[in-house]
């Protein structure tokens, strides 16, 4: 029995190269998986590009961004900020100052 060649002998004495094809199988399968997912993930990007290059969303981009301000310039906000900010503080151990 040979396992520095991946070739065994069955029963009858014939080779069988069983664990070098199931390595070849699982290194394939590998590589079309990741191949696949660099794709989605290229994909992904080109409509992501594609859709924030039209004016309407860059419009409402925009828009929410404005709103993210308006809302975090607000006390109540900025005190519940720094109140989840104390919490997780004190759970982590770190002392940080918010402004």
């Known amino acids: 029995?040979?396992?520095l060649n991946h070739v065994d002998r069955n029963q009858s004495g014939t080779l069988v190269r069983q664990a070098a094809v199931t390595n070849f199988q699982e290194d394939s399968m590998g590589m079309i998986k990741?191949?696949?997912k660099t794709g989605i993930a290229v994909k992904i990007v080109?409509?992501?590009r594609r859709e924030?290059?039209?004016p309407e969303n860059q419009r409402k981009a925009r828009e929410m961004v404005d709103r993210l301000r308006h809302e975090a310039t607000k006390p109540e906000n900025q005190r519940?900020?720094?109140d989840m900010a104390a919490k997780f503080n004190s759970r982590t151990g770190k002392r940080h100052r918010m402004p």
């Open 1 to 3: 029995m040979s396992t």
């Open 34 to 36: 990741s191949a696949l």
């Open 46 to 48: 080109d409509v992501v």
């Open 52 to 54: 924030a290059a039209k």
């Open 80 to 82: 519940k900020a720094r």
